[in-house]
């Protein structure tokens, strides 16, 4: 089975600066997803990125974006400029052919003002 | 509704009663999943449901925990004889289609069960 590690339970960054959050899996599929979710203190899930394991570049949406290593099988999340709001627990996730999603254990964010 | 309904949202039970949480996922989802939550912990993947084939329970911690779909929308997840390290809060979550094709999946805000 599919496993992905977080090792890093908390991180801290400050203000506009840039933090990366590590992720590792493990897999023997050669086509898969990977996303990173957020979950603030209100609980709920949200996307914030998505690579496609195929795709050699790095997916990147505004201040966030990953360095996808298929070879090392490393999956991690930059947020460049960050802001208070960014504060919350960072999960890692493995989509592949099992058809469900794997999560890591997670990477709580604390922004320092 | 527009998002992935969960109730209760909170559900205080004594140890040893049987409990069931309730989810609705978004109109139009195949793919339905639960994960349990420990206070401060990762994920855990409990079960996933595809469409009309059968879910996968790989997940499901004991025989004490069982879900259904009904009709490929409505799961009810039900633990029997429930214990305290069952508090948690239950996320469901609803996607479009598999894991495998990238597909976003849209996550419940959880109920949270405490078992005293």
């Known amino acids: 089975a599919q496993t992905v590690t977080q090792s890093q339970p908390e991180m801290s960054v400050q203000e506009a600066e840039t933090v990366t959050l590590s992720c590792t899996y493990d897999t023997s599929e050669s086509d898969y997803y990977l996303f990173w979710y957020k979950q603030p203190p209100s609980r709920q899930m949200i996307l914030v990125i998505r690579?496609?394991?195929?795709?050699?570049q790095n997916a990147t949406e505004n201040r966030f974006s990953v360095n996808f290593q298929k070879a090392a099988k490393s999956f991690s999340l930059k947020i460049s400029d960050s802001q208070l709001g960014d504060a919350a627990m960072y999960f890692c996730a493995y989509g592949g052919n099992n058809n469900d999603m794997r999560f890591g254990a997670g990477t709580r964010l604390t922004v320092k003002p | 509704g527009a998002g992935v309904s969960q109730s209760p949202s909170n559900k205080v039970t004594e140890k040893g009663k049987d409990v069931e949480l309730r989810c609705d996922p978004i109109?139009?989802?195949?793919?339905l999943y639960w994960y349990r939550q420990s206070l401060g912990q990762g994920l855990e993947f409990l079960i996933y449901f595809q469409g009309n084939s059968a879910p996968d329970k790989s997940g499901l911690p004991s025989d004490r925990f069982s879900a259904e779909r009904t009709g490929g929308s409505v799961s009810t997840l039900t633990i029997q004889r429930t214990q305290q390290e069952d508090s948690a809060v239950y996320l469901c979550a609803s996607s479009r289609g598999q894991g495998r094709s990238g597909n976003t999946i849209y996550f419940g805000e959880g109920s949270w069960l405490t078992v005293v």
């Open positions: 109109s139009g989802h195949t793919a």
């Open positions: 690579q496609e394991a195929y795709k050699q």
